[in-house]
């Protein structure tokens, strides 16, 4: 019996500790205002174009986004961007096509019915101009990674100096919000890279609020019309309480002036 409450105590001494260390570990995430959280929540239109401004000059080269069009871009709900502006855009990307009346493949400029462009041809192709990474896709990114948005967010501002004591491997990163704190992307945001067209400070902060919005709306397109069809579920239910309660308050009272 002795042996048995020793043998909690020293789980439970364990178990503490170990709550507490990955308490000291948590690092909470920055913080932003989405425009697109809450039942009303609908996406900021300049933001999800410049997201996508920051997403093709920067992202792009490494990250593809293979489950969106460039359709998708003009449609409603997304970055609206016009089909004439899409179509601009698709036709801006060399896209391999065929076999040709000669068996051949050739290239062509993009249409709206095209995929985004991959940036490799294949995973061995980016594993081995990335180090042995292979940059994940994009289109679900933020649906797969656990904190979500604020996750994306906060990792693209995370990078700093290591803490004294921690050691990096050459091609490997620090990053106060990675798991483990360590990544091989370098810091891909710096003040000033992009230059957005409608004369927003392109800011570390505001490229990373940006390009994150418009990953939230290529893993989440049609959240707009949940958020409408959520809301009119609502007004439906409230009214249709309301006539029930009001059908049953006249049923009983029919039936108590009977009795």
């Not at 704190?181 to 230059?195: H, Q, Y």
Request: hydrophobic residues 40%; glycine residues 8%; contains cysteine.
């Amino acid at each position: 019996m002795k042996k048995l409450f020793k043998l909690i105590l020293i789980l439970s001494f364990f178990s503490l500790n170990c709550a507490q260390t990955f308490a000291a570990e948590k690092v909470e995430y920055l913080k932003t205002d989405w425009s697109f959280k809450g039942i009303f929540g609908k996406f900021d239109r300049a933001a999800l174009q410049r997201g996508y401004q920051v997403y093709t000059e920067v992202c792009a080269s490494c990250h593809s986004m293979k489950y969106l069009s460039y359709r998708n871009l003009s449609e409603e709900g997304g970055p609206e961007f016009s089909e004439a502006a899409a179509k601009a855009i698709a036709a801006s990307f060399e896209v391999t096509d065929g076999p040709n009346a000669d068996g051949e493949m050739f290239t062509r400029p993009g249409k709206l019915s095209d995929k985004f462009v991959m940036p490799y041809d294949n995973v061995k192709a980016a594993q081995a101009a990335n180090g042995g990474a292979y940059p994940p896709d994009m289109s679900v990114l933020v649906k797969a990674r656990g904190g979500g948005v604020d996750y994306i967010y906060s990792l693209l501002q995370g990078y700093e100096d290591p803490p004294s004591g921690v050691t990096l491997d050459d091609g490997v990163y620090y990053n106060k919000y990675m798991y483990g704190n360590k990544i091989r992307m370098a810091a891909p945001l710096s003040d000033g890279i992009v230059d957005y067209g409608d004369g927003t400070n392109a800011s570390v902060e505001q490229m990373s609020k940006d390009v994150t919005t418009f990953l939230m709306w290529a893993a989440e397109p049609h959240l707009e019309a949940r958020h409408q069809m959520g809301f009119k579920a609502i007004v439906y239910l409230i009214i249709l309480t309301i006539l029930v309660y009001f059908s049953m308050k006249k049923i009983w009272s029919r039936v108590e002036s009977e009795v």
